[in-house]
């Protein structure tokens, strides 16, 4: 049972780090459910106050539950990607990557005289700052790094052993590596599978091939691809008919699109490849619009992302928080591999040390065409490669029980 703290004229300010948009959205759940705590019970006699510092691109997650930014960053071209190759890099270099992190430090340095903890959501570079320039309590929530890709460094462990609260980690293989390492580390559930909203999404017919595109700029070439990988698909079914000389059932393909991409330019990139497009009017979630090709048919929803995912056999996506979320619900993914950031080789690598057999990554289109086909008729395999990417992922939750804990941390004045 959590017990509130006694009334004090202090006020306790809490400042989440986060690098990144999945980060943001995982920091932004947690804070909501913060949020939720404190205003509905005797805390909120207590004075405390939410801050956050995005360190990459604008932290719109942050915005939407009216939780101050103690910093405005502009978006840079890797959009937090700036390892995944030297091209982002110095792309990042020209727009001011280094007077972006100068003004973070200044920004912390003094924003950390006043902050009573810090939570750090990513990898270690908010962590890092944190250590130097605030050299307050720290919660460090590891969403990026885990056994699966490799081992803790030396210094890594040495910083987590030393300067932290506490760990929470995003496996329990990596809770129980880092324990035994003498750090304190709790696995909670993930944060990723917190945060799809449940729909009333159904689809009539199976089997399906859900698209994930991904909301970022890049989705609307992405949508391209995918929509070249379909004729792919189906020119590998009418050979495999042929050769077989049997009929197989007619794959339906739904895309589940951002409700922040442009629906004319999806329109425009969808006729461009020889589609015709029914858009419908109206907010997307009640009226999806079409795509025909022939005899081909694609469906796009708008805001039904759960939805879709369940109602797939399996996934096609980029990289990303989204194609995380689908190896959680027990899908298999195959990645497209686009021109962004999030989709450069170590990032590929990245994906596959961490996902494992439940991830594939589109390397030669008609063999992976062969590959999506084969799958489809082994539905045990699927269930199979579905259980182990829920396994790995872990289960819902973790939003909850993270809020939970450091409320119970400021409840016993452990700061």
Known sequence: MLVPPVESNKKSRVLFL???HGEDAIAAAILKRMKKYYFSSPLKNQKIEFLALPLVGKGDAYDKIGVRKVCQVKELPSGGFVLQGLRFFFKDIWHGLLGIIWQQIKVLKTAGKEISLVVSVGDFYPFILAIFFIRKPIIYIGTAISVYMRKFYFLERFFLKYFTKVAICRDESTAEYLSNCGINALFLGNPMMDEME??????PFSPVIGFLPSSRPDAYENIMNMLRFIQTLENCKEKQENLKEEKRGDIHYVFSISEFLDASKIKKIVEDEGWRMDVRQGK?????????????????????????????SLVIGTTGTGCEQAVGLGKVV??????????????????????????????????????????????????????????????????????????????????
């Open 198 to 203: 449940e729909d009333n999404f159904t689809f």
């Open 18 to 20: 986060s690098n990144g």
């Open 334 to 415: 195959f990645i497209l591999p686009g021109k962004g950031p999030h989709t450069s080789k170590p990032r590929l690598r990245f994906h596959k040390k961490l996902l494992g057999k439940a991830i594939r990554i589109i390397d030669k289109q008609e063999c992976a065409g062969k590959e999506v086909l084969t799958l489809l008729k082994d539905r045990e395999k699927l269930s199979l490669l579905g259980k182990i990417g829920e396994k790995t992922m872990g289960p819902p939750g973790g939003c909850k029980k993270i809020a939970r804990l450091i409320y119970q941390l400021i409840s016993n004045h452990e700061l």
């Open 284 to 312: 997307g979630k009640e009226k999806p619009s079409v795509g025909k090709k022939n005899k081909l048919k694609a469906t796009f929803v708008y805001g039904y992302f759960k939805g879709v995912i369940n109602a797939s």
